[in-house]
Structures are given as structure tokens and as C-alpha cells.
């Protein structure tokens, strides 16, 4: 496993004449309250000799990179960015057709709103290959691919400031430190004040009989 | 009947019945990572993770099909490997599938064994 992820995929591609590279990755999977959310982008990689010099080295895997770190690095992409993409599907959305149909979701959509068309989507191996669009599916993609990892970074970014944002309207569960993730203490929350409208229900009832 | 037994039992119970119920079995005790799925069953672009849960009349309401969190966020990550499994051997599994979570609980009594499937359990 290499320490950084590398543009050595996205340069082969430009070398064939793919113009248009855009690399996705998705954050909030596991917690039990706000959304998954899933983030795309498109860098310009045809430029000749065009380098992402000591920014390069900083994209990463974002769980890889501080919190405070992972604002700037983000910010950074999006302004080196051809173009990129968020989107987010909320918790009802999770009950309703389960967490790998919604990250899906997100994953499709983030992809289609993007302003520029990827010739090549480029994706990590647990998510299911876009129709719509050339896939290239990689696995350990966040940790290897640059536009995995950054798309990681935007993903990871927007949806903790949604949940510090969410923190405001429900203080009870500290969502601005856990993001909506099980810790002990937001367990205790729970019990204490019960579920707020943004947490996932299919996780606490365990079973929908109906 | 050992618990061990009881689950192979059930699993087999629970096998026969989704046969019959018109999906195919892709595969069985799926294993990724430290998790296990025990069967993936197919029907046209319909995959289905199954978990199932066996218990004896006697031990009957002790709520164990519940799937707790932690053994759903497992089971999620195990389909997961499994899809990425696909993926690298069939070309053309897309995003046109569809994903389902069941839980196929298994009540083995002296007379008689209920089967009853909780569809997109979680």
C-alpha cells in the first residue's frame, strides 16, 4: 500500500486522450443520525506538466488527515477543482430503501450534477458502477487514487459541517463532535432525550415487522 | 440440539425456503473481512442479503431477530465486499441492481417449524 494516493491512474487516462477525469467517494455510512453523503470531482489533468506540487502530497485518504487540516486541504480542491459536486441524502431517505441503495444515491447523484461530464468516473470497489457513465473501479480507490481521495475530502467536509450545523438545532446529542457517529456518550443522549429528527430509526428498531 | 447445529438447521431451512419462494442462491456463509453473510439470494436485478435466525419454541420470544446496530453496520460492510467481489468478476453489475437487507426468522418447535421472511428488515 503506498502512503499517498497518486495521479498515476488519471495521467495513463490522460494519456489516452481522457480529458475529463472525475474521481467519487462518499462519507457518513456508519452513523446512526444525519445524512451519507457523497461527494464528486473533476480536475484538469491534460495540462501539460501541470502539478499539484505540495498540495498533491496532502490529499489523502480524509480519515488519514486532521479535522482542522481537512478544511483547508478541501477548501483548496474545490478552488483547483475543474469542477465538483456534493450531495447529501437525508436520514428518511436511508430508512426508506436502506443504507447501500441511498449511498448509491448520493454517489449518482453527486456524479450527475457535476457541471463538467467525466469521460471516466473514477470509483472505489464497494460502490456498484454507474450506468450512465465509463467506470473504472478501484479498490482501496481512497487510499491510492488523488480524485478518490479528494472527492473523500469534500465528502467527509460538507457533511461535518452539516452536522455541526445540526448540532445547533438539537444540542442534546454533541453531533458537532461525533457527527452523528455512536459514541457513548451520544448513546446516553438517546436514552435521555430519545431521537431527534434526524436520527436513522431503522438502526434503533433494529427490525420493521411490518 | 447444539446452537451450532441449530444454526446450520435453520440455515438450511431458510436456504430451501428462498428456493422455493422463486429467488436463486448466489452464495452461502458470505465472508469478508471478520463478518458473515448466510445466504445472498438473487431474483432479476434484486440481490438480497439474508441473516437468518433460528431458535427452538423454547427460547420462542426472546426477540432475537432483532439485528442490533452493530451487527447491521457489519452485515453492510460484508455486502459491501461482496459487491466490490462482483464487480471485479462481472462486468456488467451496475447500478440498475437493487440492494435488500432480510431476516429470515426460523422457529423449530416438537410438531411443527414456522418460517416467515421480515423483508428489508433494516
Partial sequence: ?210 | MLNKALGAKGEELAADFLTRQGYEIVTRNFRYDRGEIDIIVKRQKLISFCEVKTRTTRTFGTGEEAVNFRKQNQLRKVAEGFIAEQQLTHESFTDDHEFRFDVIVIEIGRNQTNIRIIENAF
Fill in chain 1, 1 to 210: 500500500m503506498r502512503e499517498f494516493p497518486t495521479l498515476e491512474l488519471e495521467n495513463m487516462l490522460s494519456g489516452e486522450g481522457v480529458e475529463y477525469v472525475a474521481g467519487v467517494d462518499e462519507a457518513g455510512r456508519g452513523p446512526v443520525a444525519g445524512p451519507v453523503t457523497a461527494a464528486a470531482v473533476v480536475f484538469s489533468i491534460s495540462k501539460t506538466g501541470f502539478s499539484y506540487g505540495r498540495f498533491g502530497g496532502e490529499v489523502r485518504d480524509s480519515k488519514l488527515i486532521p479535522e482542522k487540516k481537512r478544511e483547508s486541504i478541501a477548501a483548496e480542491i474545490k478552488e483547483r477543482a475543474l469542477a465538483f459536486s456534493i450531495a447529501h441524502v437525508p436520514n428518511e431517505m436511508i430508512d426508506s430503501i436502506n443504507i447501500l441503495n441511498a449511498t448509491r444515491l448520493a454517489v449518482i447523484q453527486a456524479v450527475e450534477s457535476l457541471k463538467v461530464k467525466p469521460q471516466v468516473v473514477l470509483i472505489d470497489g464497494k460502490f456498484l458502477n454507474l450506468k450512465n457513465f465509463t467506470c473504472i473501479s478501484v479498490v482501496k480507490g481512497d487510499l491510492n487514487i488523488f480524485s478518490i481521495a479528494a472527492a473523500s475530502i469534500l465528502a467527509k467536509t460538507s457533511r461535518d459541517a452539516l452536522m455541526r450545523n445540526y448540532a445547533l438545532d438539537f444540542p442534546h446529542y454533541s453531533f458537532e463532535r461525533n457527527k452523528g457517529y455512536l459514541t457513548d456518550q451520544h448513546l446516553q443522549a438517546i436514552r435521555n432525550y430519545g431521537l431527534s429528527p434526524i436520527h436513522r430509526r431503522s438502526f434503533s428498531i433494529n427490525c420493521r415487522t411490518s
